[in-house]
């Protein structure tokens, strides 16, 4: 029996995919039926069916189309690029009986190559005496437009096909001239036919190097040197992704609004506003969601407005200390607090906070904690990254899977931004009560080099939203 029922060719324009199915087509057994999911036409310009399914009943059901191409004689596929039809996409990466072909070429002699095409009206050369030849202007704006899409394409694949334990066949644009590779292809697909010679009757267009095809060459050459090819200017996160939280939302008792809580944020003093909107006390707030309880609420509260609240990350990591890592009871995290005292060395007292533990200790402390954040958030502790301290923006992140929030708040300036929000539902605001408890405490000890230690361990916070030092 053979692995595969069917097959894909994902590609991009002007990567060889007209060679290479040309080249596919010449084994025995094998069919390549084009674009066959361009939302534009239907396997070819002025093609009206491919297999006796036209594009309207294509539209109307892609997984028709796919099952007949899976169905026909022998082994057929079809090319896919990255702005055809999604509902497709879905559909093969989940079939590990499609095989997935991955055709590659350098981006700027694709962009440059496209962009000639353009020019010219000539997307195909079977006849070199009909070649045209025209140099382009390199646009470095669209160039980065245009390798962020193949960029994001790549990346979704291959996550993809990781997550359902799938692998491709790579083939870059330079193998399309090699027999051997294409044999190649044709054994991991389970074809037994070979070939001799690769299909001639398509040419290459524009064989030039780029410096003879692009109109300024030397802006060009400037402009890649811009791009951070490597991706140097990352900030490296190996947190581990989050959940939306559904169940820890909180509504309000009758206005349409919907609290999206950040653990070790102002939660307190927002769900007390929340509360006091309607004239009710905290306890009053809805929550305990499930996603489906959540979309009957937003269903029954037509015009809602959902908000989250950021905290600045040095008062929020002090404030997850203070509230999870310094109290010895049980409203903190006793066996994390153990592991730290134990394994890391954090000078936190044996019970809870006495009358030494002063400014001095509790900076050594913090420090200590924060010390040990930046392993935790690194990746290179046992310990969980627990949501009182996960980075901000890794909580907004998870919160998107389920929907993002209307608004984005901040603590620093919370009155008007919940007076804003009230605004929007025609409603008079309270006054937010005090929002952050721990404040005076942190201001005792807060200086240079706790500031630098927070934003070393929240790089991607600063970075995202843009905080100043606290103070």
Known sequence: ??????????????????????????????????????PHFIGYPNRDEIL???????EADPARLLAAIRDAKGLNGFRFFNDHDPRALDMVLADPRCAKIVLIRNPVESYVSWKIAQATG??????????????????????????????????????????????????AYEDLQDVDVMNGLAAWLGVPARIEGLDRKLKKQNPEPLSAKVTNFDEMEAALARLDRFDLSRTPNF???????????AAAPESPLLFLPIKGGPERAVKHWLAALDGAEPQALRGG?????????????PGHRTFTVLRHPVARAHAAFCARILPA????????????????????????????YDAAAHRAAFTGFLTFLKANLGGQTSVRVDAHWASQAEILQGMAGFALPDMILREDSLAPGLAQLAAQIGREAPEPGDSDREAARLASIYDGEIEAMVRDVYQRDYMTFGFANWR
């Open 1 to 38: 029996m053979p692995d595969f029922d069917s097959f894909v060719v994902f590609a991009e324009m002007r990567t060889g995919s007209n060679f290479l199915e040309a080249n596919l087509n010449a084994f025995d057994g094998v069919a390549c039926h084009g674009e066959a999911f361009n």
């Open 52 to 58: 006796g399914i036209t594009q309207a009943e294509r």
């Open 122 to 171: 000539q997307w195909k050369l079977t006849n070199v005496k009909h070649a045209r030849s025209g140099k382009v202007p390199f646009d470095a704006a669209e160039f980065e437009t245009h390798l962020e899409a193949l960029q994001r394409f790549q990346v979704t694949l291959l996550n993809r096909m990781q997550r359902s334990g799938q692998t491709a066949f790579y083939v």
């Open 239 to 249: 947190e581990p992704r989050r959940g939306a939280a559904v169940p820890s939302y």
């Open 289 to 301: 969601f499930t996603q489906k309880s959540l979309r009957q609420w937003k269903r029954a509260h």
């Open 329 to 356: 009871g049980p409203k903190g995290f006793p066996e994390i607090r153990k592991t730290l005292r134990q394994v890391f060395k954090v000078p936190l007292p044996g019970q809870n906070p006495g009358p030494d």
